[in-house]
């Protein structure tokens, strides 16, 4: 069996088995992976003996296959156009302010007081500004209203 043949079985078995998105990120992790030991220097015939029977290899990730996300195969978990980059994204900075968030440390809680505080007085503070003039507006809609029925 050569590397097309394992590659046309596995696609075969998992068709129809599996979302297609997902079945074609099998089938290109595999085949990137015999790409690459055989650019290694190792024959294809190795790599396809040491990989097994593809139909137990595709019998395997319908078995597990319960609609997670492929964490695993990293680049190979969306359905593309078959070609992939082998570069690796970069790594993601670590954000500071998230352990500030932690709802279980005591600075987490914290901000959660702050924050909650702040919003209070904000709204104390509008109500303040606010009310006095609709105090004053209902008093003239008031005698405005009384005016006109006085007058009719």
């Known amino acids: 069996m050569d590397r097309t043949e394992f590659l046309e079985i596995l696609r075969n078995q998992l068709d129809g088995q599996m979302q297609e998105g997902k079945a074609a990120a099998h089938v290109r992790y595999y085949e990137d992976y015999i790409q690459s030991q055989v650019r290694k220097g190792r024959s294809e015939q190795e790599v396809l003996t040491e990989l097994g029977d593809p139909r137990l290899i595709a019998r395997t990730l319908i078995d597990t296959d319960e609609g997670s996300s492929q964490k695993g ?3 190979y978990s969306s359905c593309g156009s078959g070609v992939e980059s082998s570069v690796e994204p970069p790594p ?3 954000k500071k302010w998230k352990k500030y968030l932690d709802f279980s440390t005591w600075q987490g809680k914290a901000v959660v007081i702050v924050a909650a505080g702040i ?6 503070m509008i109500i303040g500004v606010v009310l006095p003039f609709f105090i004053v507006f209902a008093i003239i809609l008031s005698l405005l209203s009384w005016l006109k029925k006085r007058n009719s």
Not at 119 to 124: E, M
């Open 73 to 75: 195969y990293g680049q």
């Open 92 to 94: 993601q900075p670590e």
């Open 119 to 124: 919003a209070i007085f904000l709204l104390v």
